[in-house]
């Protein structure tokens, strides 16, 4: 099987490059922000809360995006391994996703970081916001979105760093350079 999660700041292009990589390798995609985001638009009680949390820029807690993660994996069958698109976000998650991995005897096999400069990322978030109408797309939240992710999921690199599982792709190119980035880094770890 083949295991991978997508990696980058909001705005580098997860979702546009999951697409394609789920239908290249027969992977069911597991973005976390497509879950919460159902989830919201349900108006479940949890889908209340997340919207609350989502709309300030900050994260959920890792409790519910591991259970929200744990029922999609259970719910796939059939396919050649998963892309966790979102996920994880922080330090404890990628344990937990570890721990999970390692019980189906399918580790995590790369973690591909998607590089994009600053300046673009806001470009793109602030274009997106306009095209979607999302209303967690705007100046001040996306620029507290960017700490978050500073603060809390950049160092979900290091952790794969250490395993030897971290590679990294230039994103300010083609949707199309992008992909062909990825798909040889996943042709080597496969």
Request: proline residues 3%; negative net charge.
């Amino acid at each position: 099987m083949l295991n991978i999660a997508l990696f980058g700041p909001p705005g580098a292009g997860k979702g546009t490059q999951a697409k394609k990589i789920v239908e290249k390798y027969n992977l069911a995609h597991l973005s976390t922000g497509e879950m919460i985001r159902k989830e919201i638009a349900e108006g479940s009680d949890f889908g209340k809360m997340a919207a609350g949390i989502i709309n300030k820029g900050e994260l959920l807690s890792d409790e519910f995006v591991v259970a929200l993660i744990e029922n999609s994996i259970e719910h796939h069958k059939n396919v050649d391994g998963f892309l966790f698109d979102g996920f994880p976000r922080t330090v404890r998650q990628a344990e937990i996703l570890d721990e999970m991995l390692a019980k189906t005897g399918h580790p995590l096999s790369a973690l591909v970081s998607i590089d994009v400069p600053h300046d673009e990322l806001m470009r793109r978030m602030l274009e997106r916001a306009k095209i979607e109408g999302r209303a967690d797309d705007n100046e001040e939240v996306i620029e507290n979105r960017f700490r978050e992710y500073r603060a809390k999921t950049l160092p979900v690199a290091d952790h794969y760093k250490v395993q030897k599982k971290h590679f990294s792709v230039n994103g300010h190119g083609s949707v199309d350079d992008v992909f062909e980035s990825i798909t040889k880094i996943l042709e080597e770890v496969r």
